[in-house]
């Protein structure tokens, strides 16, 4: 799991401002996937992608989208439209869908 | 869909003694069963998974038990210690969907 990595370790936003989080991962992946962890709530799947140029929605995507242009990279943006956004944002990857899952160091998005 | 509950959700132990945490599943059909462990701001780190075929599986102090019949599988950690305190969490998936997570077991262990 050291091979993924994620950007920044803390980010701040604004009300009504779009934000980008980074994941990339240098293990040869196919599979990513976002999740958000609130306090004392289990992980929940925003989105995940099997495969470069796709990706499906998770449990809760409202609000967030991605993009899978390189199988190296799938950045979550987290939209306007996402009126909570305050949470840990981990990412994470896998062989293939039916492999374990391995997760980045995560993210905590903060609203000013 | 896949429903995973995990208990207790708090756990304090004696350094030494042994802990266990349960998690029962919904989908008969899971086949997949991995366990986490994740210490305070970090990320979670896998400790031990068990498939479908396997009634149990060991690693050093750690153990996991699956009851297929009865959809429950559980974490076993014998002769606990302190750097065993953190966030576990269950997971369970059938083939081809996502992970359920199961909510967490926060695990102290007292010196």
């Known amino acids: 799991d050291g091979g993924i990595t994620q950007s920044p370790k803390y980010l701040f936003r604004k009300e009504g401002q779009n934000v980008t989080l980074s994941c990339e991962q240098n293990l040869n992946h196919d599979a990513m996937y976002w999740y958000r962890q609130d306090p004392g709530q289990g992980l929940r799947l925003i989105y995940y992608s099997q495969i470069v140029n796709d990706f499906q929605k998770g449990d809760i995507a409202e609000g967030y989208s991605v993009s899978r242009e390189k199988k190296e990279s799938f950045p979550l943006t987290v939209t306007s439209a996402q009126k909570n956004p305050t949470a840990f944002y981990l990412c994470?990857?896998?062989?293939?869908?039916?492999?374990?899952?391995?997760f980045g160091p995560g993210t905590r998005l903060l609203v000013l | 869909g896949e429903n995973v509950e995990q208990h207790p959700s708090t756990l304090s132990v004696q350094e030494g003694d042994s802990a266990v945490i349960k998690c029962t599943y919904s989908d008969s059909a899971s086949n997949y069963f991995p366990w986490y462990k994740q210490e305070l701001g970090k990320r979670p780190q896998l400790i031990i998974d068990i498939r479908s075929n396997v009634g149990e599986k060991k690693d050093q102090r750690i153990a996991v038990t699956l009851n297929k019949t009865a959809k429950h599988f559980s974490l076993h950690i014998t002769e606990t210690q302190p750097e065993d305190s953190a966030v576990y969490f269950c997971a369970a998936r059938e083939y081809g969907q996502n992970f359920v997570f199961g909510p967490g077991t926060r695990l102290s262990v007292l010196p």
């Open positions: 994470a990857s896998s062989i293939g869908t039916e492999e374990t899952q391995y």
